[in-house]
C-alpha cells in the first residue's frame, strides 16, 4: 500500500515535470509557423448605400465586395414595411373640409350624421326624417341628409355671392375650430362663446361700440367714407348657420322677428320649425358637425370667388367703354 501511494506521486510529479518542458518548446519552436483562427483586423470604411464602385476594385479586394454587399442589405432592410392609405385623420375634416359635390352617403354614415337620440326623446315633427328604430335610437334617413344638405349650400353659395353677411354660430365645447374654419372660407363671421340676447332686437345698445369698415366690391376698403358710418344703422346678417340649436334658441327667435333666413342642424330631438332651412343630422357628435359646416364653408367660398370674378368682369367692361369711375359702389 505505501508502495503504490509512492508510485502515484511520483508518476504526478514526473507528469507535471513532462508538461512544463513541453510548453516552452511549444512556443520556442523555429519551424513553420502554422495558421491560426484569429485574422488582423483591417479598419475599412463602409461604402454608403447607392454609391458606386470600380467592379475591378470589387474583384480584386474580397472584404469590399462583401461590405459593400453587407451595406446595400442594410438599405434594403430599411425600405422594408408596408405603405398605409386611406387612413383616418381627423385634421381633414378641419383643414381640408369636403366641398359640396363630395356629398355621398358614404361619406355621411363614416361621419356618423345617421345616429339619433333615443326614442324617449324624439320630436314628433322629425317623423318624416326618421329611417327607422335600431337597439332603441332613432336612426336619420341619409337621403333626407345629402338633400338638404345640398339645398343648404346652395343657399349659403348664392348668399356669399350676392355680397350677403353669413354668421356661424356654434357654441357647444370641442365646435370653436369647426366654426371659425368655416367662417373663414366663407369670409364670414362666427359665434363660439354665447350668444348675447338682443344683439339682433336691441344692436343699438349691444353692438353698437362695434367698428364697421367700408369696402368696394373687390373687398378693398375705403377709409375715406369711415365718416358717413356714424349714422349707419346696425349690421344684421343675411344668413345664419346655427351648429346647435337646441342651445341657441333666443338666436333663432330674434333672427325670426328680423325676416333672417336659418340654417340649423336638427336632430331627432330638436324642432325643425325652428329655422328656415333645417338639415336632419347628427349635432352631438364632432365629426358629423365638421362635414355639414365644412360644406357650407365650402360653398360660401365657391360664392365669393364667383362673386369677385363677376366684379372684375364688370370693371373690365366699364373700362372699355370709359365708364370706369370709381372701382365700384361702397358696401358696409
Not at 355621411?108 to 320630436?123: I, K, Y
Not at 354660430?169 to 368655416?182: D, E, L, N, S, Y
Not at 345664419?240 to 322677428?257: A, F, K, T
Request: glycine share 8%; hydrophobic share 35%.
Amino acid at each position: 500500500m505505501i508502495v503504490r501511494q509512492l508510485y502515484a506521486r511520483q508518476s504526478r510529479q514526473l507528469l507535471a515535470l513532462n508538461r512544463q518542458g513541453y510548453i516552452p518548446r511549444r512556443f520556442s519552436s523555429t519551424g513553420t509557423e502554422t495558421p491560426t483562427p484569429v485574422e488582423t483586423i483591417v479598419h475599412r470604411s463602409i461604402p454608403e448605400p447607392g454609391t458606386r464602385q470600380s467592379s475591378a476594385a470589387l474583384t480584386n479586394n474580397p472584404a469590399a465586395k462583401a461590405l459593400a454587399q453587407e451595406a446595400e442589405q442594410r438599405h434594403k432592410f430599411q425600405q422594408l414595411g408596408t405603405s398605409v392609405t386611406n387612413v383616418y385623420k381627423p385634421e381633414n375634416l378641419i383643414r381640408h373640409p369636403p366641398f359640396p359635390s363630395d356629398i355621398t352617403l358614404e361619406l355621411l354614415l363614416a361621419n356618423q350624421t345617421h345616429l339619433g337620440h333615443s326614442t324617449s326623446r324624439w320630436n314628433p315633427q322629425n317623423s318624416r326624417y326618421i329611417f327607422g328604430i335600431r337597439e332603441g335610437i332613432h336612426i336619420i334617413s341619409l337621403d333626407i341628409t345629402a338633400a338638404y344638405l345640398r339645398r343648404a349650400a346652395k343657399v349659403v353659395e348664392e348668399v356669399a355671392a350676392r355680397g350677403g353677411l353669413i354668421l356661424f354660430a356654434g357654441t357647444r365645447p370641442g365646435q370653436k375650430r369647426i366654426v371659425v374654419r368655416a367662417a373663414e372660407l366663407s369670409k364670414g363671421y362666427h359665434i363660439f362663446e354665447r350668444w348675447i340676447p338682443g344683439s339682433l332686437t336691441n344692436g343699438e345698445q349691444i353692438l353698437g361700440h362695434c367698428e364697421k369698415k367700408v369696402v368696394n366690391v373687390l373687398d378693398e376698403e375705403l377709409p375715406d367714407l369711415k365718416e358717413s358710418l356714424a349714422d349707419h344703422a346696425i349690421l344684421k346678417p343675411d344668413l345664419v348657420i346655427c351648429l346647435n340649436p337646441l342651445e341657441n334658441e333666443p338666436l333663432l327667435h330674434e333672427c325670426g322677428l328680423n325676416n333672417v333666413p336659418t340654417i340649423g342642424i336638427i336632430d331627432t330631438d330638436a324642432d325643425p320649425t325652428r329655422v328656415t332651412y333645417p338639415i336632419p343630422a347628427n349635432d352631438d357628435s364632432l365629426r358629423s358637425v365638421a362635414v355639414i359646416a365644412g360644406v357650407l364653408g365650402r360653398a360660401g367660398q365657391a360664392g365669393q370667388k364667383r362673386r369677385l370674378e363677376q366684379a372684375k368682369k364688370d370693371l373690365e367692361r366699364k373700362a372699355l367703354h370709359g365708364d370706369a369711375g370709381e372701382v365700384g359702389s361702397p358696401q358696409f
